[in-house]
């Protein structure tokens, strides 16, 4: 980026936007490996003040007493305890209303000051809406296990995280966009590029296939069990998920063996993919960032496969299951900035062509 883009600070502000994107997740994942989400059982609760004193704790922690996890799992819980669990699912709520409150008044500044492009304020007010649709969603999915189950929906699990990803995905595209102009002709891309992209969009869509499954690890505590590897306990492939139920097909989607087997195979798909693009680039021509973009695609998958091995073996202590998820959002957020770089229509000049890099 130039020093002299005059879209700086509305590019700042959506890389704003994006960390704390990163932030809420990471967050979120905190809360579900400390068993924190149902603690706070209301909307309504959502922007107000924490309690400061012991008579709002004690109307709180009331509130909490009446839910199915305190009821079934947590009916002898004191209200000491009750505040460390209460503590992680307030902050993760409160890292939503900054976010929104950011992209907000940032959104409201920017338009004043006229630092919009027409074609701008429409890609705005749609991260502003897929924003709040991730709040809506968030409550819809603690909702879901403030009824009979003290559990969540794995399924909502892993439509709330993807609604996340989303938001971040969109957000960072714009910042590349704004980061990148101006945009050049389409007939001046790079033949090498191009040829990668179906590459790119392959791995991109393999990765949001294991970041799913990921959520229905979690979800389902399936990382808990066969704490093994590459076996699952004695066997390369975990029998019960294909004997106990009529349609084994949903025992990959809902059983805690299937669904692990199922992210343990998408694992290796991903470094397939990885490895396929890795050769594939280096029989061409590529530009400095999507020389960068594979490079970060390489290293990140490395190290989330080691990541998730210990994950495994070590029956998913918080720090481990912590930076589990802080690689999978790596890797996601390379694979866009990766994609958009394959995409981007640039020109090619002596000037340029001198910064190209082949691999091979």
């Keep these: 980026m130039s020093e002299k883009n005059p879209n700086r600070a509305v590019i700042n502000w959506l890389l704003s936007g994006c960390f704390l994107v990163y932030l809420m997740v990471v967050v979120g994942c905190l809360t ?42 947590n009916y002898a819980m004191g209200i ?17 209303n900054t976010m929104m409150g950011v992209f907000l008044l940032g959104f409201i500044w920017f338009l004043i000051k006229k630092k919009f492009s027409k074609k701008t304020i429409p890609k705005m007010i749609a991260l502003f809406l897929l924003g709040a649709l991730q709040g809506l969603i968030g409550w819809w999915m603690v909702k ?14 892993a439509i709330h995280l993807m609604s996340a990803f989303t ?20 007939n001046k891309n790079r033949a090498g590029h191009k040829k990668l992209r179906p590459y790119v969009v392959s791995m991109l869509l393999i990765l949001i296939a294991q970041i799913i499954f990921g ?15 590459p076996k699952m306990g004695n066997d390369w492939f975990p029998t019960e998920a294909i004997v106990q139920t009529d349609s084994w097909i949903t025992n990959f989607f809902d059983l805690p063996d299937g669904v692990q087997f ?10 397939a993919c990885v490895i396929v693009l890795w050769i594939r680039s280096s029989k061409m021509q590529i530009s400095k960032s999507v020389y960068r973009g594979i490079s970060f695609l390489i290293y990140g ?7 998730g091995i210990f994950t495994l073996i070590y029956h998913v202590p918080v720090v481990f299951g912590v930076l589990h998820q ?30 190209e890099i082949p691999i091979n």
């Excluded at 000491?80 to 939503?96: A, P």
């Excluded at 199922?262 to 470094?271: E, G, K, S």
């Design 32 to 73: 579900r490996l400390t068993h924190s989400g149902l603690s706070i059982t209301d909307w309504n609760f959502m922007g107000s003040l924490p309690p400061l004193n012991a008579q709002d704790w004690a109307e709180r922690f009331a509130k909490y007493q009446t839910s199915p996890e305190f009821v079934n799992i």
């Design 80 to 96: 000491e305890e009750f505040k460390s669990i209460f503590w992680w699912e307030y902050i993760h709520r409160s890292i939503g």
């Design 144 to 157: 879901s296990g403030l009824v009979k189950n003290p559990a969540v929906s794995h399924y909502r699990l």
């Design 167 to 186: 938001v971040f995905a969109f957000t960072f595209w714009y910042a590349l966009q704004l980061m990148n102009e101006p945009v050049i002709p389409e």
């Design 215 to 229: 959520a229905f690890v979690a979800g389902l505590k399936a990382g808990l069990r066969f704490p093994t590897w």
């Design 262 to 271: 199922v992210h343990r195979t998408f694992a290796y798909l991903v470094v």
């Design 301 to 307: 998958t490395t190290i989330q496969f080691i990541l």
């Design 326 to 355: 802080t690689m999978a959002f790596f890797l996601f957020a390379s694979c866009v900035y990766l994609l958009y770089h394959v995409t981007r229509k640039i020109p090619v000049t002596e000037e340029q062509a001198a910064t």
